[in-house]
């Protein structure tokens, strides 16, 4: 990847983290300083304990280890058909090839989880 759109995409992510977290720490303690405790628990994130998709994450995140794996092997074996069809460097093929099969991990995990859904 280019340094050149990596670097500011990551300066700018840090920051927008860090502004995210000062600014929800500042907003807690005005409502806790004005004796708003049940608004407190507004700003956490909801953990919705019996959500079912993530329910099995190592299921999830190995599908999508696999089909990415399978992903590169698919990419190298076009290679050695033809080395000018995918140049790593100047194609968009493989990143496309890549991202396809990523998405067919998490594809067959959503179907996987709405089989059980069904079942049960």
Known sequence: ???EFLIPAVIFFAIYHIVKLISTHLLKRKLIKAEQ???VGILEEPKSESDE????PSLKWGLVALMTGLGFVVIDVLRLFDKEWIDGRNAVLPIGILLVFISLGFLIYFFIMNGRKVKN
């Open 1 to 3: 990847m280019n340094a």
């Open 37 to 39: 405790y049940d608004r």
């Open 53 to 56: 998709s993530n329910r099995y």
